[in-house]
């Protein structure tokens, strides 16, 4: 009867200290929650500013990338223009030489020509009357 | 080619027609129409409307005009806004201080240029007019007298002819010879050639001269004429002798021609191309010049053969 009524007694010790325990191990559950949402409440700013710095690099980056084609489009083209430059010059040195044959040829051109004697053989009407109806003119 | 003569407005009147056409009615009807409009619209006969109308300036009198006194005062009015106030009818006391004087007039002050702003006429009742200032209509008056009479001599009839009165002139039809009709420039310094020769158009021109060859006298010391610049109440036109314009219209011809001598040998160039005006002008040098439009109408130029 006395083992009985012991193993009675140690049932309701070992339920007693469970169910102690599961109260204590929500308690604690319950708590460690609360602690966690108050942490992440508190850095969602720092999250955001951080996401936002991501943003902000990424346009950055693809700015820079289109700064970097328009510059090789530039320079591309300025490669080409320096090129056009080149032969222009020697299109201009060429055409300066012409001009230096062309004056050494005239200066060595005669600075009179005879011609020759014409003899007319016809009247030629120099000026023609010019007939008109009215005259405008001052009034009076 | 019949010609008829006679003198109206102090110019020489012509009407010349072919040979063929019976113009008695319409040389009559041009001799009237010159004395209706010289009695309506002269400065210089003491009878006329224009002569009573101006003795009351700026008087509160109000006279009751004709309908040729009338029409002319509107389009008088209608050249100087079209103009900018270049042709200003209202330089009548600034010609008499010059010398140039017409009916006689009771004594005015001479009218300061900045006091010319406003309209020339003001109406008063239905049919009365009053005016500020003395008012001369000389040139566009007489553009007016061609203009009526050339439509008195069309409702005859006459579909060719020419009609002079001084330097304006108006043509319809063909010339005797069956060709244009062709109107010398006069030279300014009195050559007996022509500047140039216009061809008109047969289906009516008219053209008008503004010229200091004849009205040109001494006041002062100073050579003067008859042109007036109203920005300056003093002759205008510095570097010019002569300005003809050709156009469809008399009076407007003669409007033109005097705004564009009264711009001065600087200015008429540009202001005459920029309004698309055939107008010749020939400067202090004795140079002719023209306007693009004026080149196809000219038929010869001195020194160009």
Same mark, same amino acid.
């Not at chain 2, 400065?43 to 006329?48: A, G, V």
């Not at chain 2, 042709?87 to 209202?90: D, K, T």
């Given at each position: 009867m006395t083992d009985r009524r012991g193993i009675v007694r140690l049932a309701t010790l070992v339920g007693g200290s469970a169910g102690l325990y599961s109260i204590a191990l929500a308690t604690v559950v319950s708590l460690q929650s609360q602690a966690d949402a108050a942490t992440i409440s508190g850095r969602q700013p720092v999250a955001d500013a951080i996401g936002a710095v991501e943003a902000s690099n990424d346009r950055l980056e693809s700015l820079l990338g289109g700064a970097s084609d328009s510059y090789g489009h530039v320079a591309a083209d300025y490669e080409a223009v320096a090129s056009a430059m080149t032969s222009l010059d020697d299109s201009v040195n060429a055409l300066g030489a012409a001009v230096e044959e062309v004056s050494g040829r005239a200066a060595r051109l005669p600075g009179n020509i005879a011609l020759p004697r014409l003899t007319r053989s016809a009247p030629i009407q120099v000026t023609t009357r010019v007939v008109v109806h009215a005259t405008t003119g001052a009034s009076g | 080619m019949r010609t008829f003569e006679g003198r109206a407005m102090g110019s020489p009147l012509r009407l010349s027609v072919p040979a /063929? /056409? !019976?113009?008695e009615a319409g040389w009559r009807a041009v001799l009237d129409e010159f004395e209706l409009s010289e009695e309506a619209? $002269? =400065? #210089?006969?003491? /009878?006329?409307e224009l002569t009573r109308l101006n003795r009351l300036a700026g008087k509160t009198d109000s006279v009751v005009v004709s309908g040729r006194l009338r029409m002319a005062l509107a389009a008088a009015e209608r050249a100087r806004r079209v103009t900018g106030g270049r #042709?200003?009818?209202?330089v009548l006391t600034a010609l008499d201080r010059v010398g140039y004087r017409g009916a006689r007039l009771p004594w005015v002050a +001479? /009218? &300061? &240029? $900045? =006091?010319? $702003?406003? +309209?020339?006429v003001r109406r008063t009742g239905c049919a009365g007019l009053t005016i500020d200032h003395p008012i001369d209509l000389g040139g566009i008056g007489k553009g007016l007298a061609v203009r009526w009479a050339t439509r008195r001599l069309e409702r005859l009839g006459l579909s060719d002819f020419l009609l002079e009165a001084g330097g304006d002139l108006m043509t319809r039809g063909a010339a005797p010879d069956a060709g244009e009709w062709r109107i010398g420039i006069e030279d300014p310094f009195g050559a007996? !050639?022509?500047k140039a020769v216009i061809a008109m158009d047969p289906a009516g021109a008219a053209v008008a001269t503004s010229s200091i060859r004849v009205h040109q006298w001494r006041s002062d010391g100073r050579l003067v004429h008859h042109l007036i610049d109203p920005a300056t109440g003093e002759p205008g036109g +510095?570097?010019?002798q002569a300005v003809t314009v050709a156009g469809p219209d008399p009076a407007w011809a003669e409007v033109w021609s005097k705004s564009l001598f009264l711009g001065g040998a600087d200015a008429i160039g540009d202001e005459a191309r920029s309004r698309g005006l055939a107008a010749w002008w020939v400067d202090d040098s004795g140079t002719l010049g023209m306007t693009p439009a004026a080149r196809p109408m000219t038929a010869w130029v001195a020194g160009e053969g």
């Open positions: - | /063929t /056409t !019976d113009a619209m $002269s =400065r #210089f006969r003491e /009878t006329s #042709f200003e009818p209202r +001479a /009218t &300061p &240029p $900045s =006091r010319w $702003s406003g +309209a020339v007996p !050639d022509p +510095a570097g010019l």
